[in-house]
């Protein structure tokens, strides 16, 4: 049984159509034109926060220090709490954050910007190293090495 992230992951490419990478970084703002991203200095530590507030919208601020891939993936996991944990201020790594949130957080943007049926099937093709699916999924190579190894297709 897939997990909701898993769930609101797939539901949103279907929704918007999507059916190759890499998923544009404009979805988020097709989730919510009210969503606003800022991109600021963040403490030590910490990648990015959310704050959600009706009718207004949401903000998600970035650490302007994060390279793009790993901005990119702290967007959709910002989004995933957006979608998946509404009505909370949420800072990853911080003094206000849930476990249980991040890990689901974390899954949600894995799943949306690795989803499992693509990654199986281009490592089945054989043709693809990591470096090679990082940049087809414009992922980090440590996001997709950890993804690879979620999927059992890699011993790390």
């Not at 909701?4 to 988020?28: C, H, Q």
């Not at 991203?37 to 903000?59: C, F, H, K, M, N």
């Not at 894995?110 to 499992?116: R, Y």
Request: net charge positive; with cysteine.
């Amino acid at each position: 049984m897939a997990s909701r992230a898993v769930k609101t992951a797939t539901t949103l490419r279907s929704r918007f159509g999507v059916v190759s990478p890499p998923i544009a970084d404009a979805l988020v703002y097709l989730v919510d034109r009210r969503i606003r991203v800022r991109l600021t200095d963040l403490p030590q530590g910490i990648s990015g926060a959310t704050y959600a507030e009706e009718p207004a919208g949401a903000v998600i601020w970035l650490d302007t220090d994060d390279s793009p891939t790993r901005k990119r993936f702290t967007l959709f996991h910002e989004l995933g709490h957006l979608l998946l944990h509404p009505g909370t201020f949420y800072c990853a790594r911080g003094a206000i954050s849930h476990p249980m949130m991040e890990r689901e957080a974390n899954k949600f943007a894995a799943e949306l910007l690795m989803p499992k049926p693509w990654i199986i099937a281009d490592v089945r093709q054989g043709q693809l190293t990591i470096p090679q699916l990082s940049a087809r999924y414009r992922v980090s190579w440590q996001a997709m090495r950890v993804r690879l190894k979620e999927l059992g297709l890699s011993d790390g």
